[in-house]
């Protein structure tokens, strides 16, 4: 369903509502493709022309009030960023093994990621301190 890289994180209880919210997305366009059929075979003119100005209306409305949201990503936006940061510290880690590595090899690297990651939360940790 998703990446366990998550599984620690509140990205992973976020992601099953994104897709809860992608599905409603994907029902509300089939909606308005149907109503579009419907409306052009039912209304007359004047009715679909001030229907169409209504929705017009509202969706530019609700997109300007929305959008104020989005200017940084919503409110998981440091839960979404968290993980790709493990990423390039694995990648760090791993630069020269590949995946010949020993049950051994992989305690002690997974340790030493553990430490770096530490070491790196502090440091951004320390570094929103003296940002504000």
């Known amino acids: 369903m998703y990446s366990s890289a998550f599984a620690g994180s509140r990205m ?13 997305m994907t029902v509300l366009v089939l909606g308005i493709i149907f109503f579009i059929v419907w409306a052009s075979k039912n209304l007359s003119k004047d009715k679909l022309k001030m229907l ?14 929305t959008s104020v949201g989005s200017r940084n990503q919503g409110r998981f936006y440091k839960e979404i960023r968290a993980p790709q940061g493990n990423y390039s510290v694995m990648m760090e880690m791993h630069r020269d093994k590949g995946m010949k590595i020993s049950d051994e090899d992989l305690d002690k690297t997974m340790e030493d990621m553990r430490m770096e990651m530490r070491k790196r939360m502090q440091e951004d940790e320390e570094g929103t301190v003296e940002e504000e």
């Not at 992973?12 to 409603?24: I, N």
């Not at 169409?52 to 530019?60: P, T």
């Open 12 to 24: 992973g209880s976020f992601l099953p509502f994104f897709q809860f919210h992608m599905l409603f």
């Open 52 to 65: 169409w100005v209504w929705l017009i209306g509202i969706g530019i409305i609700g997109c300007l009030l």
